[in-house]
């Protein structure tokens, strides 16, 4: 029996890129999961816990671990959001060994499709330059690439994927893996520095070609998309499941 | 004190230069990097120096006390300061048994730290800076805005205009050649004044009762030779334990500060020369505080090489300045918060959490995660804004009840796209000054699922 996989959109993904969600069920169970979508989840707590209301993220931490525990592995299309919950929910579980499950089985989905599924390549055709947005915790926290800081042999599961669709050719930045500003609630408190942050990033899609901009989390494709879409630059914004999924 | 955001604010309303900022440091971080990746050991350093830096800060009395035996036995004089005030009180002390009146100053961010130099003044001595770039924000009467590189904000066309008017070079004048020159010609000659030289520490060795200097200048070398006294201000956690260690952080520290192999002068001082009187001050203003806490002692592992700020977004866009605090950047942020929570509770949010101040720190501190402790440590202390405090509360509680989450986000599908552009863009709304906000999709997910799906 295929594992049964819950899926976890997160609330503003939800709310606002409801194609991120049904990209990522598409992919999945073309690949033969058994995919379902618990239905009374809202949202991990991050934004509440990277402003340091600690309390505000108890309740929703326990009502995720309640809602997912039961699954095979709980997949996510937001590297940010499932470092969230594999990083940063220790303090409120002290010795559960139900959350010491849930932390192992919840996966970013490129993550998911490259080390547990094993896929290394995916068939379809996309003739564009496509610029990829190294987005922060997918990178640092959850290690789902090698970053530029760190002397490590190079690595980057996501980026393979893109290349081995046909047509499709990985633009090259000058900075690597610089952070796009988003940043949660730092984008609207630390506004002129996230925007200047953000401009620098498009920039740089621009000077390498990039014409379709991706990132593993769509959090900081929305301020991206913010700033290419007010400065009218000709960079189409899609997530990175969008992409695989217009590939099958 | 002005917050983050508001400084940062002004920093980056002059565009052209905020960029020019962050091209400059931006550089210094990819010199950096071709120079660690020469090392295939790299990371194993980092561990080595990670672990050594780990069992100084929490053996710090006994490598203290150690340190303090050793260095008297090769006849340095060792004071204690338990802050910034006792500090200078005992540096003045020193120099004024000495009828010192003119001192010249090399490597210090810790006497920056106390305010040494207007506290100095004061008493009718003169103080000097002689590293180049720390003597111009001297000459500015300001404080450096980077630990390693403290005038890396300024142009060299202001810098000329700077030494036109204080030293009466050409007018116009940007050569750094010839800026250059020009100050050390004038530096000689306050080398050849003056009485004392005070320098910083970079390691004290605690088996040899030693210490060690670094500089590209060499003038820790000439300040101190030069003058038959030499006072050395240190912070507690810059011990060592063995003379062996050494190597690890020499080698680190120069990489991950301007991407050199080594500092071009790495002085070592083990007692006073002939005739000399050598002192040692050494200054706690809160660090054992800091040792004593779980979540922050990594911080004290910190060997300042700047690295952090180099490649902090935040700060390479801001400014040194921006932060108000001795220290900047990611370090700087945590250190301030440490030391004033109050005055400096804006700056644990001066981050977006990119973390790439961990991935470069050359001893592995975990600094973005020590700055998300210390928003939890604001909020209970009661010092976040209540706005924040408020929407905070009111999303975990829309987010407690699914429903009413469904039911805010249809509404807010249904009004926002037929609202004029002016309820939505206005000065209320500050993600929306540069930015779009997204367009609102006809449905959630969630409702696409309900209809589209097969329930199994
Ligand atoms: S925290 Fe790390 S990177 Fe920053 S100055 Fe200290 S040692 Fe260097």
Known sequence: MAPQVGLFIPCYVDQLYPQVGIASLKILEHFGIDVEYPESQTCCGQPMAN???????????????EIFKSYDAVVCPSGSCVSMVKHHYDEYFSENKEYDELKAKTYELCDYLTSVLEIKTLAGRFPHKVGLHQSCHGLREL??????????EPFGPARELLESIEGLEVTQLQRADECCGFGGTFAVAEEAVSCMMGEDRVHDHEQAGTEVLTALDMSCLMHLDGIIRRQKKPIRVMHISEIFAECL | ??????????????????????????????????????????????????KIKSYVVSHLPDLLEEFEKNAKAKGVHVHWARDAKEHNEIVHSILKQHQVKRVVK???????????????ERHGIEIVDTDLGEWIVQLQDKPPSHIVMPAIHIKKEEIGELFHEKLGTEKGASDPQYLTESARQRLRQKFIEADAGITGVNFAIADTGGFVVCTNEGNADLGTSLNKLHI?????????????????????????????????????????????????????????????????????????????????????????????????GPIGSILGAAHDTKANSSLPFACSLCASCTDVCPVKIDL???????????????????SKRLSMKM?????????LYQFVGKMARKIVPYLPRFLVYNPFNAW???????DMPKQSFREWMKQNHDRK
């Not at chain 2, 210390?374 to 804004?385: A, D, N, S």
């Open chain 2, 432 to 438: 929306g000054k540069q930015r779009e906000l997204p």
């Open chain 2, 368 to 386: 973005h995660h020590q700055l998300l402790t210390w928003r939890k440590e604001i909020r209970l202390k009661g010092l976040l804004p209540l």
């Open chain 2, 232 to 328: 050395a201000c240190m912070g507690i956690e810059k011990l060592i334990p063995r003379a062996s260690d050494l190597s690890v952080f020499l080698r680190l520290l120069a990489r991950s500060a301007t991407g050199q192999p080594i500092t071009t002068y790495s002085s070592h001082f083990h007692g006073p020369a002939p005739d000399s009187e050598l002192h040692i001050v050494l200054l706690d203003n809160g660090r054992s505080e800091i040792a004593d806490s779980d979540e922050f002692r990594r911080s004290l592992n910190c060997i300042r090489c700047g690295a952090c700020m180099n490649t902090c977004p935040v700060y390479r866009r801001s400014g040194g300045y921006s932060y108000s605090n001795t220290v900047p």
């Open chain 1, 51 to 65: 402003t340091g209301c600690t309390n505000e993220v108890v309740p929703l931490a326990k009502r995720f671990l």
């Open chain 2, 106 to 120: 090399s490597k210090s961010m810790l006497t920056e730290e106390c305010h040494l130099n207007p506290y100095l």
């Open chain 2, 395 to 403: 999303m975990s509680w829309m987010m407690q009840a699914p429903r």
């Open chain 1, 143 to 152: 290690r789902l690439a090698s970053s530029s800081e760190l002397v490590k």
């Open chain 2, 1 to 50: 004190m002005p917050s983050h955001p508001k400084l940062a604010n002004e920093f980056v309303k002059d565009k052209e230069r905020a960029k020019w900022h962050d091209q400059s440091l931006w550089f210094v971080r990819s010199k950096r990097d071709k120079a660690v990746h020469q090392l295939p050991e790299w990371e194993l350093l980092r561990e080595q120096a990670s």
